[in-house]
C-alpha cells in the first residue's frame, strides 16, 4: 500500500468517526424530546445502523441492537425498528431524510405507516400531518382499501344476538341447575 493510501485511509476513518460524534451529539439532543418527534430519532438510528457507526460511538460494539440498549434503554429494540420502518416509507415517498428537516416535525410513526398499504402514498403526507390518528385511518380504509365504517344498526344487532347465544336460555340464571331444581 502506498502512502496516498494510507493517508486516504484516514482521513476516510476520520471522517467516519467525525460523522459517528455528530450523529451521537444528534441523538443526544433528541434523546431528551424523546416523544416530540419519533421520526427524528428513526432518522438518526437509519443512519448509525445503516453506516454502522455503533461501532465507533461505542468502542467494538457488537451490534446495532446491543448500541440500542445502552443508548436508549427507555425504548424497546422493536420500537426503533418501527422508527426506521416508518423513515425507510418516507424515504421511498421521496421526503428528505434529514434531522434539520422541518417537515419531519409534522409526522408520527403510526400515521406514516398507515400509508404502507396505499396505492400513492405521496398524496396522503399533507392530510396525514393535519388530521387524528382514527381520521386518517377512517379515510385511508375507505378511499385506499375499500372497508366501509360499520353500521351501527348492523353492529348493534350482531351484539345483541351474541349476548342472547350466551344467556341462560332459563332466565336470569346462568346454568341449568335451577330448572332441574323448579320441576323437583
Known sequence: MSKL?????????KEKEDRAVTFHNQLIVVRQTLFINAIKIGVIMKVIRDEKLYKIIIDDCVSFEAFCSFELPQIQIPVIKRYISAVDLLEKMGVEINVENKELDGYAVNKVLLLKNCRNPKEWLKPMAE???KDLQKEINEKELGI???DN???NYIKREKKKESECPFGDYKCGR???AEQS
Open 178 to 180: 335451577k330448572k332441574d
Open 5 to 13: 493510501d494510507d493517508q486516504k485511509k484516514m482521513l476516510d476513518i
Open 148 to 150: 366501509k365504517p360499520e
Open 131 to 133: 388530521m387524528p390518528f
Open 153 to 155: 344498526e348492523v353492529v
